[in-house]
């Protein structure tokens, strides 16, 4: 049996905040299932869903004093479990909370929240919390502390992304570290290399402050005159990311869009592990409405689709006529706010957005490429649902409100619209800039909605005219000619699509489940890491 850490900022259904989550909850889960012992450590936030987790305490008498840029913190611990397998099944996730009220006043994993901008006009939503360095380097080195505490040393902890991969820089180079971790090895996982999610520290005097770190160990990092947690790891530990494509632009020195992290890795000869991440199907499942969260059952690998088209239905019913009611500003768990609506006469192809409304995703391109869709091809229709930069937000808004009827755009999250949303529509547009590997053309595949996305990073598993569609360069111009073409293809006859979705939905259940990644790449990746003792 194998001892592993996983050490992450969130997990599904504990406390959220973009894919990450995802991937996590999936890899600690399959552990389990394999027979490893897998403990989970995260912080405690003000909107961690405690109810998600067993037996929750505080642990008595157990407390590390920390020190972060010139200030001393006390970290507590509180310990918990999570059933896998159902809750008689006897196998668990170990959980082990990071307690400081530096976490517990954040109502957000990463970003402030409406609630917390109300509360303070200085707290933005939507942008980081102010005192991000010092929650990552207090959590780190808490994590550390509670194996030399507890005297309970793991043989791998597995870093997922920037936010913990100072975690092997400490254990190698901490003077209150390197002995007790000495034989640990350690895997950083890249979950996302672009801009904004580097971490970066702006010098190497500040990453001295804030780490305790010597400055001639730190500089090994620097990346122009920032300090990059990711190159600090390529020293002392195994880089892994989600797709083998990612992998390959990620060590790429012509890469633009990792901000000089590519050209980092590509100097220094690091070699990076590309695992494309997998999908639980059971969680989306379309033949069980319990678990898909969908109005009605129905199987794309068989082409029952009649459930399918039953969301559109419904979506039509409720969305059908402007909007005549008060806008919501503030929105609460499960809220959305509605802008547009869609008016069914002459509609014939749909098309829908669900994801992070973010620079990354690519709104840009799709914000100035419908209009150019309708404008040909006036039997289209939209329907986008997301959140996150609020410009981009407002962008969609004034994009909805002006089509009359062709665009749908519901601002915040509602997992089960999200999805119904989703299912609704024939195609889910994915213009990602990048995209480390991408879940949503997944969960379109998997409902029976073909993904168009552009070909870049982990996009690049979908098979262009076989599970999907691929279209480059990332230009409007080029996205609008592909979906006018996929329109007229579609309403001269829409059984076309049938052999598309039949074989995307059964590729993405037979060849991405978790399980297969976790067994036969995850496990033979730890062994070869385990070698080196």
């Given at each position: ?11 599904a ?6 894919g ?5 909850t999936?890899?600690?889960?399959q ?10 450590f ?7 869903a ?19 840029d010139?200030?001393?913190y006390i ?5 918990a ?7 008689d099944s006897?196998?668990s996730?170990?959980?082990?909370f990071?307690v ?5 006043e ?7 929240t409406?609630?917390e901008e109300?509360?303070?006009?200085e707290h933005?939503?939507g942008?980081g919390h ?9 959590f780190?080195k808490a994590v550390?502390?509670?194996?030399i505490?507890?005297?309970d040393?793991p043989d791998i902890?597995?870093c997922?992304?920037a936010?913990?991969?100072m975690?092997?820089v400490?254990?190698?180079n ?7 971790y ?5 895997l950083v996982?890249v979950h996302?290399?672009?801009?904004f999610?580097?971490?970066e520290i702006?010098?190497v005097e500040k990453?001295?402050s804030?780490?305790g ?9 620097l990346n122009?005159s920032v300090?990059e947690p990711?190159l ?6 195994h880089?892994s990311?989600?797709?083998p494509w990612?992998a ?9 869009r990792?901000?000089g992290?590519s050209?980092?890795?590509a100097e220094?000869?690091i070699?990076v592990?590309g695992?494309t991440n ?16 969908l109005?009605?059952?129905y199987?794309?690998e068989?082409l029952d689709?009649?459930?399918?088209y039953a ?5 039509i019913?409720?969305y059908r006529e ?10 609460e768990?499960g809220?959305?706010?509605r ?6 006469e ?5 098309f ?15 914000t ?7 404008a ?9 649902t997301?959140?996150?930069?609020s410009?981009?937000e407002?962008a969609l ?6 089509q ?12 089960s ?9 024939d ?10 590997c ?11 909605t073909?993904p168009?996305?552009?070909a870049?990073?982990?996009?690049r598993k ?7 569609y ?7 111009s080029?996205?609008?000619e ?5 329109t007229r293809s ?5 059984r076309q699509?049938?052999q ?10 037979n060849?991405?489940?978790?399980e ?7 496990v ?10």
């Amino acid at each position: 049996m194998t001892k592993i850490w996983q050490i992450s900022r969130e997990y599904a259904g504990l406390a959220e905040a973009g894919g990450v989550k995802n991937v996590v909850t999936s890899l600690c889960e399959q552990l389990v299932s394999l027979d490893n012992q897998v403990t989970l450590f995260i912080p405690l936030y003000g909107c961690t869903a405690v109810s998600a987790v067993q037996g929750f305490e505080i642990v008595p008498d157990m407390a590390s004093a920390i020190t972060v840029d010139g200030q001393n913190y006390i970290a507590f611990y509180g310990n918990a479990t999570i059933p896998v397998g159902g809750r008689d099944s006897g196998r668990s996730v170990q959980v082990v909370f990071v307690v400081s009220s530096l976490f517990t006043e954040k109502m957000g994993v990463y970003t402030y929240t409406p609630l917390e901008e109300k509360l303070n006009p200085e707290h933005e939503r939507g942008k980081g919390h102010a005192d991000a360095p010092i929650l990552e380097m207090l959590f780190q080195k808490a994590v550390l502390w509670y194996g030399i505490l507890k005297n309970d040393i793991p043989d791998i902890i597995h870093c997922h992304d920037a936010t913990t991969a100072m975690i092997p820089v400490f254990a190698r180079n901490g003077t209150d570290y390197a002995a007790a971790y000495k034989d640990t090895e350690f895997l950083v996982t890249v979950h996302n290399a672009g801009p904004f999610y580097h971490h970066e520290i702006e010098s190497v005097e500040k990453a001295v402050s804030l780490t305790g770190l010597p400055a001639e160990v730190l500089s090994k990092g620097l990346n122009g005159s920032v300090v990059e947690p990711y190159l600090l790891a390529s020293e002392c530990s195994h880089l892994s990311t989600v797709s083998p494509w990612y992998a390959e632009e990620l060590i790429d020195p012509e890469n633009s869009r990792t901000d000089g992290l590519s050209k980092g890795f590509a100097e220094r000869g690091i070699t990076v592990t590309g695992i494309t991440n997998g999908i639980d199907y059971e969680k989306y499942n379309p033949t069980d409405v319990q678990k898909s969260h969908l109005i009605s059952p129905y199987n794309p690998e068989t082409l029952d689709l009649a459930g399918k088209y039953a969301c559109r239905e419904d979506i039509i019913a409720e969305y059908r006529e402007p909007d005549t009611s008060d806008r919501l500003e503030i929105l609460e768990e499960g809220q959305l706010a509605r802008y547009g609506y869609v008016d069914p006469e002459g509609a014939a192809v749909w098309f829908s957005y669900h994801g992070r409304i973010a620079g990354q995703k690519g709104i840009d391109v799709l914000t100035a490429a419908i209009p150019e869709v309708l404008a040909a091809c006036p039997e289209a229709r939209f329907l986008i649902t997301g959140q996150g930069e609020s410009a981009l937000e407002k962008a969609l808004q004034d994009l909805a409100e002006r089509q009359n009827g062709k665009v749908l755009y519901l601002r915040g999250y509602n997992r089960s619209m999200a999805r119904q949303c989703v299912a609704a529509a024939d195609f889910i547009v994915l213009p990602s800039w990048f995209e480390p590997c991408g879940l949503e053309d997944f969960i379109a595949s998997l409902l029976g909605t073909v993904p168009v996305a552009h070909a870049t990073g982990g996009l690049r598993k979908i098979e262009d005219g076989v599970t999907g569609y691929l279209y480059e360069p990332n230009q409007a111009s080029v996205l609008a000619e592909k979906l006018i073409a996929l329109t007229r293809s579609v309403s001269a006859d829409s059984r076309q699509l049938e052999q598309i979705i039949q074989t995307a939905a059964r590729t993405v259940h037979n060849r991405y489940s978790w399980e297969a990644v976790v067994k036969n790449q995850y496990v033979p990746l730890y062994g070869k890491l385990l070698k080196k003792k």
